[in-house]
């Protein structure tokens, strides 16, 4: 009947849930679960966060116990359009929706690789924005927030977000989006959403020899499965500034379709002309190629200065831009992106 293993593991753990509600469970199935087989499709659309639950994993502190689509809707709303589309709450921000920072959708093939590397070739696949922030798909499994660095941009901003999800999103809120404070239910509806586009069981990449050892590890050693689980994607989104100067690599040939890919779905997503968020518009014309080229050696205010360490917001000018990390850019990317400008420029 199952086909693939890791869905009569997910099977086991569901069935275990059965068992849990009766008494003598000696392999009878439950009232609790009427006596046929899981199909397959429910086992591969379920949350690993509902998984680790079923397999005694400790409660994260964001813990919910059921997904209220309502709510979700509601989360979704405000992240994707900066506010309920009834109108009947303010806007979050003047300046930003959270969409133009982060993605929704995954960003990997593999949520165990999420290295930039790994991240440009899927988004160059399913045409995905290339964005400074972390996806907010699978943001509900991650355990901290703002890491490494982001303490040295945020100080002890970024404290009270190391382990809480929800104050991740306020800070945010506040700080990286130049808002307000969310109130309570607002944020319990973007936590709604994000448990919405948590990670599905589906979405880890397991190979023959690990289903098999899941399969085996279930109900006879649960902390092995619950470690072979967390194995499959990070628990964190790391994060490390880079430098300014530009990056040496002698031997490292520059791809300039990588580089295309970058500049068109990475600062177009903000800079084109008609998002209307910046005042400096960026597009496809030659003069602005030929002027982020002349810039590229300046100290302030280039491609590189602005890439790496972002701008910030001052009194009468809200909007600024974000950093990539080094997570998020590498620097043979962004030698990518240096080398399409420069030979858009010089075309
Ligand atoms: C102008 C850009 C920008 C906007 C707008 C923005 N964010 Fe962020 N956000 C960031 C950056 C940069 C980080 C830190 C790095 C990261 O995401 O990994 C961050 C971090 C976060 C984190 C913690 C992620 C982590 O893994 O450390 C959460 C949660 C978050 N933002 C929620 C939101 C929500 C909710 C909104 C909309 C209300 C929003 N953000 C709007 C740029 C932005
Ligand atoms: C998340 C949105 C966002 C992304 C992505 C983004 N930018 Fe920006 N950028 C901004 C904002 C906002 C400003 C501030 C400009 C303003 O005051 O209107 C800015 C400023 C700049 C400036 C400085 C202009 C000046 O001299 O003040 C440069 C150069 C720049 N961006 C280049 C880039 C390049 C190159 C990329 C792609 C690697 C990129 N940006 C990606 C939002 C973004």
Redesign the pocket.
Known sequence: MFKNPIYIAAGLLVLSIAFAFTPSGQGKMSAYFPDKEVDQATLKEMYVEDALLDLGDEKPIHFIEKLDADSARMGEE??KY?RLLDKSNKR??K????????NVQMESADPADESPAAVLEYSKKNKIPFL???T?YG?FN?R????GD?EKKYGDLVAP?RDT?AN??Q???VQ????RE?VNWEIRS?MHY?KSIGFKIKDLNFSKEERKELKGYISKNNDKAIGLLKKKYSQ??P?TFGHVEKPKMDSYQPNAENGEYIYQYGCLHCHAVEKEMTNFDLGNNKLDFKFLHSKFEASHHSLLYVTRK?TYAFNGRRQ????Y?M??MSDEQLLDLMYYITSKAEE
């Open positions: 405000m992240v900066g979050i921000s300046y930003f929706v959270c969409t133009d920072c982060h400074p922030a972390s907010f943001m991650k901290h927030w703002y890491n982001y977000t999800l991740a999103i800070l945010c809120a990286c989006s130049q808002g969310l973007i994000y964190a989104n994060a972002g600024y831009m974000p950093q990390s997570e998020k």
